[in-house]
């Protein structure tokens, strides 16, 4: 990568031209051939004077730029390219010639014995001034993300792939983070050019890395190829895990784009399909390739475990992405759970208790993915759950608290979903004591973000419940439950939590205006749906825009036959019509029937 490419930027021109033509004039200067010696005591005096407040502007210009662009870089991208600005050769470049040629004039100004220095210090000055240019731009190519993404990822090298660097975190701060804040902040800003852009760089440089890589390497058709790979001092076991497989979140594995997106996705999985479903598509391609690769060239069975990881790893990736995809989410979750029951063949509960559980969680969490898809909804969670309580066996609340805890939220979640299918008060139950589990590691006042989230999912448990047993308290518990998330979510810092918890709060009044038939509740009911759209917004979370307003369609139906019958017939007609700019008959075609019906309905 970085060191076998080469650069003819505009900006590295200019800087070779002031180097040039400062060796030039100095080299002649020194042997007197521009005759500098023939100027007059006053006409060293006035140039001399003349360059300090030339070059003194020159200052000004350099720190007001440099000031203005990490300012910018800052607020739109990221903190971190605070140290590219500082480190850029252009801007090093120029800031020590002008320094330089600042004090030499001062020196030549303060005493005359010192003027045979305007042999040095004519060049100097108009080196500095050419500086100026070459640093201009270069600040303004530092200023278009694609540009800072590429020039991280050029400095990087194939082997600094195999360092153990990125164990440390280290390697991955210096350039990885940046790129990951970049693509975060476009995201954010709704600027998914630059995301795309982002990744498909990212994704082009770890193909031709890992490629570049393995050419180094013998095809491995049997043990002895194998054998001289490592007598070679390059084990395969270290190859494999440093370029495509991870032991934890921060090693090598975080290079390669699909797990960089893995990262990212949960924080982009509302994101309108017709933005990024091309680049995860063609990312998932990626991640076959690599597969593909690795199990071609690596098949012996002494490195069944290596390999197990891969798929484990690429399955993992493949499951969190899969979130921001409509039309292809349940091909690439079968994709998905292939992969983890492939790396359960080598990676059992005797050798490897904990990743095995690990993989047990994840394949659930597949599951549970594909029933919200709607794909054969009660088997698969059931299968979720199935997953999650093999993977409880081997967690120990006081031995792996955060694991123990994470599964016990996602088992909650199951139950939960289940709960709407069969068996409601057996698998609700189930669920609240699943959510409360895992409340016993991520409490309000360690951690109460992820104590927000749980709640946001643990009190619509009491909402089901409420619809076959005591309703009033139990819409009621609900409630309580949700306000607590909403203690801690705001529009502004949590827009997903917020509108998630605040949709869910509205359910909750909602079940309870018909338990108790009280027009307050209704009026809570529209109130809180309004309120989760300022969460849930059309341009960064469609999907929750659509849901809430298809919920508040029906919720203003349901206000028309109590109260002012055409204003709130009128207002569902509204609410059901944002609704399909999203629920369109092509990707959401349950949904779409679903409202167009009930349009009809209420327009006769």
Same mark, same amino acid.
Request: hydrophobic fraction near 40%; charge should be neutral; glycine fraction near 2%.
């Given at each position: 990568?970085?060191?076998?490419?080469?650069?003819?930027?505009?900006?590295?021109?200019?800087?070779?031209?002031?180097?040039?033509?400062?060796?030039?004039?100095?080299?002649?200067?020194?042997?007197?051939?521009?005759?500098?010696?023939?100027?007059? %005591? *006053?006409?060293? &005096?006035?140039?001399?004077?003349? /360059?300090?407040?030339?070059?003194?502007? @020159?200052?000004? #210009?350099?720190?007001?730029? &440099?000031?203005? $662009?990490?300012?910018?870089?800052?607020?739109?991208?990221?903190? +971190?390219?605070?140290?590219?600005?500082?480190?850029?050769?252009?801007?090093?470049?120029?800031?020590? @010639?002008?320094?330089?040629?600042? @004090?030499?004039?001062?020196?030549?100004?303060? *005493?005359?014995?010192?003027?045979?220095?305007?042999?040095?210090?004519?060049?100097?000055?108009?080196?500095?001034?050419?500086?100026?240019?070459?640093?201009?731009?270069?600040?303004?190519?530092?200023?278009?993300?694609?540009?800072?993404?590429?020039?991280?990822?050029?400095?990087?090298?194939?082997?600094?792939?195999?360092?153990?660097?990125?164990?440390?975190?280290?390697?991955?701060?210096?350039?990885?983070?940046?790129?990951?804040?970049?693509?975060?902040?476009?995201?954010? *800003?709704?600027?998914?050019?630059?995301?795309?852009?982002?990744?498909?760089?990212?994704?082009?440089?770890?193909?031709?890395?890992?490629?570049?890589?393995?050419?180094?390497?013998?095809? !491995? !058709?049997?043990?002895?190829?194998?054998?001289?790979?490592?007598?070679?001092?390059?084990?395969?076991?270290?190859?494999?895990?440093? =370029?495509?497989?991870?032991?934890?979140?921060?090693?090598?594995?975080? #290079?390669?784009?699909?797990?960089?997106?893995?990262?990212? &996705?949960?924080?982009?999985?509302?994101?309108?399909?017709?933005?990024?479903?091309?680049?995860?598509?063609?990312?998932?391609? !990626?991640?076959?390739? =690599?597969?593909?690769?690795?199990?071609?060239?690596?098949?012996?069975?002494?490195?069944?475990?290596?390999?197990?990881?891969?798929?484990?790893?690429?399955?993992?990736? +493949?499951?969190?992405?899969?979130?921001?995809?409509?039309?292809?989410?349940?091909?690439?979750? %079968?994709? $998905?759970?292939?992969?983890?029951? *492939?790396?359960?063949?080598?990676?059992?509960?005797?050798?490897?208790?904990?990743?095995?559980?690990?993989?047990?969680?994840?394949?659930?969490?597949?599951? +549970?993915?594909?029933?919200?898809?709607?794909?054969?909804?009660?088997?698969?969670?059931?299968?979720?759950? &199935?997953?999650?309580?093999?993977?409880?066996?081997?967690?120990?609340?006081?031995?792996?608290?955060?694991?123990?805890?994470?599964?016990?939220?996602?088992?909650?979640?199951?139950?939960?979903?289940?709960?709407?299918?069969?068996?409601?008060?057996? %698998?609700?139950?189930?669920?609240?004591?699943?959510?409360?589990?895992?409340?016993? =590691?991520?409490?309000?006042?360690?951690?109460?973000?992820?104590?927000?989230?749980?709640?946001?999912?643990?009190?619509?448990?009491?909402?089901?419940?409420?619809? #076959?047993?005591?309703?009033?308290?139990?819409?009621?518990?609900?409630?309580?439950?949700?306000?607590?998330?909403?203690?801690?979510?705001?529009?502004?810092?949590?827009? @997903?939590?917020?509108?998630?918890?605040?949709?869910?709060?509205? %359910?909750?009044?909602?079940?309870? /205006?018909?338990? !108790?038939?009280?027009?307050?509740?209704?009026?809570?009911? =529209?109130?809180?749906?309004?309120?989760?759209?300022?969460?849930?917004?059309?341009?960064?979370?469609?999907?929750?825009?659509?849901?809430?307003?298809?919920?508040?369609?029906?919720?203003?139906?349901?206000?028309?036959?109590?109260?002012?019958?055409?204003?709130?017939?009128?207002?569902?007609?509204?609410?059901?019509?944002?609704?399909?700019?999203?629920?369109?008959?092509?990707?959401?075609?349950?949904?779409?029937?679903?409202?167009?019906?009930?349009?009809?309905?209420?327009?006769?």
């Amino acid at each position: 990568m970085g060191a076998s490419k080469t650069s003819s930027n505009f900006e590295d021109f200019w800087l070779i031209i002031s180097i040039v033509i400062f060796a030039s004039l100095s080299f002649l200067a020194f042997f007197d051939v521009l005759k500098i010696y023939n100027l007059t %005591n *006053n006409e060293i &005096s006035w140039f001399t004077e003349s /360059a300090v407040q030339a070059i003194a502007s @020159l200052f000004a #210009i350099i720190f007001s730029i &440099s000031l203005v $662009a990490i300012q910018l870089s800052s607020q739109e991208f990221s903190h +971190r390219l605070i140290k590219l600005h500082l480190t850029n050769l252009h801007f090093i470049f120029s800031f020590s @010639l002008n320094l330089v040629s600042l @004090l030499l004039n001062l020196l030549i100004i303060s *005493n005359s014995n010192f003027f045979f220095l305007i042999n040095y210090s004519i060049p100097l000055t108009i080196a500095a001034v050419l500086s100026l240019v070459s640093y201009i731009i270069s600040t303004a190519k530092l200023l278009v993300p694609e540009n800072v993404v590429k020039k991280y990822l050029d400095a990087l090298k194939p082997e600094d792939f195999l360092s153990r660097n990125f164990a440390d975190k280290q390697l991955y701060n210096t350039y990885l983070q940046p790129i990951e804040d970049i693509i975060k902040k476009s995201i954010k *800003n709704l600027d998914y050019q630059t995301a795309i852009n982002s990744i498909t760089l990212i994704k082009k440089e770890m193909v031709d890395t890992f490629e570049l890589l393995l050419q180094d390497l013998p095809p !491995t !058709t049997n043990d002895s190829s194998l054998q001289s790979i490592n007598n070679s001092g390059e084990p395969f076991h270290h190859l494999l895990k440093e =370029i495509a497989v991870a032991a934890n979140k921060m090693d090598a594995i975080e #290079i390669t784009e699909f797990v960089i997106v893995s990262v990212i &996705s949960s924080f982009i999985q509302e994101l309108p399909d017709a933005r990024l479903m091309p680049v995860f598509e063609k990312l998932d391609l !990626t991640v076959d390739h =690599i597969l593909n690769q690795a199990q071609a060239r690596f098949s012996s069975k002494e490195y069944a475990v290596e390999l197990a990881e891969l798929e484990y790893n690429i399955a993992d990736s +493949r499951t969190s992405f899969s979130y921001v995809l409509a039309r292809t989410r349940v091909k690439i979750l %079968n994709k $998905a759970i292939k992969g983890f029951k *492939n790396a359960l063949k080598t990676i059992t509960l005797q050798k490897f208790p904990i990743t095995y559980s690990d993989i047990q969680t994840n394949l659930g969490t597949a599951y +549970r993915y594909l029933a919200d898809s709607e794909n054969n909804t009660k088997k698969n969670y059931t299968y979720a759950i &199935s997953r999650f309580n093999e993977a409880l066996k081997n967690y120990k609340l006081d031995v792996h608290p955060f694991k123990y805890s994470n599964t016990q939220f996602n088992l909650g979640v199951a139950y939960r979903c289940l709960a709407k299918i069969e068996n409601r008060e057996k %698998n609700c139950a189930r669920a609240i004591k699943a959510f409360k589990e895992s409340l016993n =590691i991520f409490t309000l006042e360690k951690y109460p973000i992820d104590y927000a989230w749980i709640q946001a999912d643990h009190g619509p448990t009491y909402r089901l419940l409420a619809e #076959i047993k005591n309703p009033e308290k139990n819409c009621l518990q609900a409630i309580k439950i949700l306000k607590e998330s909403l203690a801690i979510f705001t529009p502004e810092e949590h827009p @997903l939590g917020y509108g998630l918890a605040k949709n869910n709060l509205a %359910n909750a009044y909602s079940t309870l /205006a018909e338990a !108790t038939n009280s027009e307050e509740n209704y009026e809570l009911t =529209i109130k809180n749906y309004k309120d989760a759209l300022e969460g849930y917004t059309l341009q960064k979370y469609p999907n929750g825009y659509a849901l809430v307003n298809y919920n508040l369609g029906f919720a203003y139906s349901i206000c028309a036959k109590i109260k002012d019958k055409e204003k709130n017939i009128q207002l569902a007609i509204q609410s059901f019509e944002n609704a399909l700019k999203v629920y369109t008959a092509k990707d959401f075609p349950a949904h779409y029937k679903e409202i167009s019906d009930e349009l009809k309905e209420i327009m006769k």
